[in-house]
Structure formats: C-alpha cells, structure tokens
C-alpha cells in the first residue's frame, strides 16, 4: 500500500485554498521586500488585491513595512482590484529622514528571504537603488 503525505481536498468549483501559515509567512516577506523597496524608491507603490483576504494582508504588510522603515506607512484601496501605498511621514520628526536614510544605508528589507530586491546605496548622494 501506498503512503501518501500532505494530501488536501480539491477545492470546491470557484472556492479558494488557503494558504498555510509558513507559506503565508513566506507570501508577506516577499511583499514586504518589493513593496518596500518601491516605496523607499519613489515614495509610493501600488499592489493588486483582488479579493479582501488580499487587502486584509496588504494592510499587515503596510504595518510590517512601517515597523522597517520607521515611518507612517498608509495602504487605501485604490480601485476595486488595486491597493495604494504611500509614505505619509513619521511619528517622531526627528526621523523624518528614515526613507532616505534606508536608501543611503545599504540596508536590504528584512524577511525577503534572498528572493527579493534590496535596497543598496553608497550613502554619498545615492538615491538608492535595487540590486539583486
């Protein structure tokens, strides 16, 4: 007789499978990683979420990028299919410089795994810019 290991039910015509708790893990480091890397890039980024367990993530992952950056991180849906985010400033004025400050670091977003961009600069009037 055959073993069979980590065999789940089809789903249901139209119905969706969850994901597990480390492939969601996984799921919001990588977008933690590039939607980070587009906001401290340009100040801003957008993001489909089709569904609202995809916004209910994408506003997790605004906190996880706020707790990175160290600044206002705001996530509003932007359509019916899209989400908007936008670096709104800090809660402390003193780190008001924390997007570019993360840009001239060299600091790469934590939690990306090795599979997404980082963040690089020189710190020499580098913008910042991604590397692989």
Known sequence: MRELRNVRELP???????LTAEEELRVRAVFVADIGARLVRQGWATFPAYTPEERIRLFAVARMIEERLGCRVEAV???ICS?????????DPATDTAVSGAADSATALPGAGGSAAAVSGSGAGDSGRLAD
């Open 12 to 18: 249901q015509e139209g119905a969706t499978t969850p």
């Open 77 to 79: 849906p932007e359509d």
């Open 83 to 91: 989400m908007r985010f936008t670096v709104t400033g800090t809660d």
